[in-house]
T-cell receptor, first 115, second 115 residues
Framework: DTGVSQDPRHKITKRGQNVTFRCDPI?????LYWYRQTLGQGPEFLTY????????KSRLLSDRFSAERPKGSFSTLEIQRTEQGDSAMYLC?????????????FGEGSRLTVL | AQSVAQPEDQVNVAEGNPLTVKCTYS??????LFWYVQYPNRGLQFLLK????DNLVKGSYGFEAEFNKSQTSFHLKKPSALVSDSALYFC?????????????WGAGTKLIIKP
């Protein structure tokens, strides 16, 4: 158990619909990361938070994507007007206790299928 | 540019034989190095890391990795493979000077252990 819970695990939606994913770290970590992973590929960085502040966003994060971490604990990732190219696994991660070394602990991911 | 290469898309090993999954990197300075494993439809699990010290590091599930600075490599090894080791393996690197704590990921290597 990595201490990172993601919901839902699977989401099937029609193109054009909005979807929201939630990430709940069990322990409160200052940093929280979102990644996207397509089948057979490595994770691609999307964005990260330090507490409630969103410090960096990848150019992959188009204006249809928005992420929040309102109280510095759980985080949400919303995709508006989904497209088939958004189909992927969305992963949330937080650092371990020795966060300065950089290893991340991932949730099980939320798999999105856009029809 | 900083990068991580996993030269083999797939590695096939017979159960009981030793396995090696290769990783080379191009990062300035003294990077931090990580291995992760991903089982089907699951998130990434942290296996091990190299920060400093002994070039041979041991991790979860009997895996170990050898850091070779002159060859800029961090190959993952296990003396005796199990069928349950079959999974996708990712190498990742962090530049300690990066204040964003970003990980640079390899493309992954599919490890297949045959009975």
């Amino acid at each position: 158990d990595t201490g990172v819970s993601q919901d839902p695990r699977h989401k099937i939606t029609k193109r054009g619909q909005n979807v929201t994913f939630r990430c709940d770290p069990i322990s409160e970590h200052n940093r929280l990361y979102w990644y996207r992973q397509t089948l057979g590929q490595g994770p691609e960085f999307l964005t990260y938070f330090q507490n409630e502040a969103q410090l960096e966003k990848s150019r992959l994060l188009s204006d249809r994507f928005s992420a929040e971490r309102p109280k510095g604990s759980f985080s949400t990732l919303e995709i508006q007007r989904t497209e088939q190219g958004d189909s992927a696994m969305y992963l949330c991660a937080t650092p371990g206790r020795t966060f300065h070394t950089g290893e991340l602990f991932f949730g099980e991911g939320s798999r999105l299928t856009v029809l | 540019a900083q990068s991580v290469a996993q030269p083999e898309d797939q590695v096939n090993v017979a159960e009981g034989n030793p396995l090696t999954v290769k990783c080379t990197y191009s990062v300035s300075g003294n990077p931090y190095l990580f291995w992760y494993v991903q089982y089907p439809n699951r998130g990434l699990q942290f296996l091990l890391k190299y920060i400093t010290g002994d070039n041979l590091v041991k991790g979860s599930y009997g895996f170990e990795a050898e850091f070779n600075k002159s060859q800029t490599s961090f190959h993952l090894k296990k003396p005796s493979a199990l069928v349950s080791d079959s999974a996708l393996y990712f190498c990742a690197v962090r530049d300690p000077m990066d204040s964003n704590y970003q990980l640079i990921w390899g493309a992954g290597t599919k490890l297949i252990i045959k009975p």
